[in-house]
């Protein structure tokens, strides 16, 4: 089944009727270097997400987040979920009953796994059983959630010392 692909946040400046277009409950993913970033519609242009280590050395938890930071450039997917458990509201209830939770793991309570506990009833990330079935698939996305966290720290480093990175 095709994604649906929203490219309105990439190119828009401006708040658009489109966001009311995206469904309350909605699972949301955004691309991301060597890996995909997810995270539940929550209406009015939020999305509820695990924060996890994104752009900061120190964990963050399940919080709100604006629709055009969730896509952070990269615009959004529809994640067709046509096995939901919950849908809707109830999707959307079920994530912020888990706000403020700070249990990130990689491996086992990352945003996809908190994503398909709202809307399937279980946790599972895709994205990890890829990484663990094929070990060169997993050093790439490693390598990358690296280059991802941690180039923010490296750049303002080297800003602060006068150097460049290349």
């Not at 009015?44 to 450039?73: C, T």
């Not at 979920?81 to 491996?107: K, M, N, Q, W």
């Not at 279980?122 to 390598?143: H, Y």
Request: contains cysteine; positive net charge.
């Amino acid at each position: 089944m095709e994604t649906p692909h929203v490219d309105w946040l990439v190119t828009s400046p401006e708040p658009t009727s489109t966001e009311r277009a995206i469904a309350v409950g909605t699972h949301l993913i955004s691309e991301r270097e060597g890996y995909t970033h997810h995270g539940i519609y929550a209406g009015n242009g939020l999305v509820i997400h695990y924060g996890g280590f994104h752009h900061s050395a120190k964990r963050r938890p399940i919080e709100y987040i604006p629709l055009r930071a969730f896509a952070a450039g990269k615009g959004i997917k529809v994640q067709s979920e046509p096995d939901a458990i919950y849908t809707g509201f109830d999707a959307v209830e079920r994530a912020r009953s888990r706000l403020g939770e700070d249990r990130y793991r990689l491996l086992t309570n990352n945003c996809e796994h908190f994503c398909t506990w709202c809307v399937l009833g279980v946790g599972r990330s895709e994205q990890v059983r890829q990484c663990l079935r094929n070990p060169w698939t997993g050093i790439k996305t490693l390598v990358a959630l690296a280059r991802a966290e941690w180039m923010p720290f490296v750049t303002a480093r080297n800003r602060l010392a006068g150097t460049v990175t290349v």
